[in-house]
């Protein structure tokens, strides 16, 4: 199975990747099979059923609205985050959906709409079922996906094993780096003198050319630094009901005039860039938790982590620049491949270390690259990341991804660059090597109590009043 930069680093819409983005595309290809198969033109209704935690928290997380988005035709990539609330609120006041965006059909929101807040599908927790009804009631087409994290959708009715390593939809793609494990991955730096980004970059052109690659790469920074800036520009209190307020604006106000009168006074604060880092961590999630536009790395619960740690690195790191950001996420995804193959990135699987826990791993692996760290520095680096964040719940008060999911990245970010800056004081050598940390991470995943894998049922979620 080969997995590339571009499958750990994508441009959705805010607020989930399992339960927002993975929803739209599973609806997606739904109704495109409909098309494919001939079966459209009979289709006079739709039903989705959302299980396990889509049934649990997918109204605060938006994904019924999704599901209605993805069955007309739209996409994360390209949809219009502004009017996309209007789109939805249309197909329930006008019931009916276009499917594809141009086939009609009835839609009773109560009715075509289901969560099951307390039914799992066997494969995964975030199971869902799609089924088209011709006009006598009979069930044409019947599909059930599996949103596994990142944004990534698996197809349950496919002959493939959904747990595992088959998580994700294979790629028999023969790279010229092949690797599994950590321990692979660094014997072949070790063999070929090469760094982790090297090898990342090999293994890429199999995909795509180099030029390629980088126009790829510069446009996710683009939306990052464009989810930034809106962060910090968006004022307001956030949707859902509790009535978080977007703190962004503020500090970024404070900053730039802590900045202006520090330079003034020719000093400056030691912990200004960390406050910073705050900043561009609390930006980017009070993005995702309105529905913005951000990009996955590797999920949108942890979107604000990896960008947050870049934008350290180009404002803070002397003679940043493009060619260090483009190595930065190739290092930074040769580690969430990892975590992807051999473990988990979806909350829901294995709680918030899988999501928080991975992107502090792969923004500590990418900023000890990029401030030249040798490959064992980084591996170095990427452990601390996650070793850290073990046993980390997910539960967001209220089914949103807001508290404590926003602060959480913001924590994170700074952890990531203590964890590369920590890496690039020793010599690589360490008693945990990153492997056993993700096994450990995979296990503990395995053993905690479903109530704190992002059902909103235990944690923070039952102990904070929601007013």
Not at 90 to 118: P, Y
Not at 262 to 270: I, N, Q, T, V
Not at 392 to 406: K, Y
Request: overall charge negative.
């Amino acid at each position: 199975m080969a997995l590339s930069v571009l499958d750990l680093f994508s441009v959705g819409i805010g607020p989930s990747s399992s339960h927002t983005v993975g929803p739209m595309r599973a609806a997606k290809r739904f109704a495109d099979g409909l098309s494919a198969s001939g079966q459209l033109t009979a289709t006079a209704r739709v039903r989705a059923e959302l299980f396990g935690s889509l049934g649990a928290t997918g109204r605060g997380h938006g994904s019924d609205k999704a599901v209605v988005l993805g069955l007309q035709g739209q996409v994360p990539e390209t949809v219009d985050t502004a009017t996309a609330e209007d789109q939805v609120a249309a197909a329930a006041l006008d019931a009916e959906l276009r499917i594809g965006g141009h086939h009609r059909v009835d839609f009773n929101w109560d009715e075509d709409m289901v969560l099951h807040r307390r039914t799992s599908l066997p494969a995964h927790p975030n199971g869902m079922t799609f089924r088209a009804l011709d006009r006598g009631g009979e069930v044409l087409r019947e599909r059930s996906y599996y949103s596994v994290g990142g944004g990534f959708v698996v197809d349950g009715n496919t002959d493939g094993d959904v747990d595992g390593k088959d998580r994700v939809v294979a790629d028999e793609t023969v790279l010229p780096y092949p690797f599994a494990t950590a321990d692979e991955l660094l014997a072949i730096c070790r063999r070929e003198q090469m760094s982790i980004s090297d090898v990342m970059l090999a293994n890429e052109l199999t995909w795509r050319s180099e030029a390629d690659l980088r126009e790829k790469l510069l446009a996710i920074w683009a939306v990052m630094r464009e989810c930034v800036d809106n962060g910090c520009a968006a004022e307001g209190i956030l949707p859902g009901g509790l009535n978080v307020p977007r703190r962004a604006p503020a500090l970024f106000r404070t900053l730039t005039a802590t900045d202006a009168g520090l330079r003034g006074a020719g000093s400056a604060d030691p912990l200004l860039a960390m406050e910073w880092v705050n900043l561009f961590a609390l930006a980017v999630n009070e993005e995702n938790a309105a529905g913005g536009r951000i990009v996955t790395a590797p999920t949108n619960g942890a979107a604000g982590i990896v960008p947050a740690v870049l934008h350290y690195y180009t404002r803070f790191v002397p003679g940043a620049g493009d060619d260090g950001v483009i190595r930065f996420l190739l290092a930074a995804a040769a580690v969430g491949i990892l975590f992807k193959t051999n473990a988990s990135i979806s909350g829901a699987e294995v709680g918030c270390q899988g999501e928080v826990g991975s992107a502090c791993s792969m923004a500590a692996a990418g900023l000890c690259e990029i401030l030249g760290g040798t490959p064992e520095q980084v591996e170095n680096a990427a452990e601390v990341g996650i070793e850290h964040n073990l046993g980390l719940t997910c539960d967001p008060v209220g089914g949103l991804v807001q508290i404590p999911c926003i602060e959480r990245n913001a924590i994170a970010a700074v952890k990531a660059i203590n964890a590369a800056r920590l890496a690039l004081h020793g010599d690589g050598s360490h008693k945990v090597s990153l492997d056993k940390a993700i096994k450990t991470m995979r296990e503990t995943g395995a053993d905690m109590k479903s109530k704190y894998k992002e059902t909103s049922r235990g944690g923070l979620a039952v102990n904070v009043v929601e007013c």
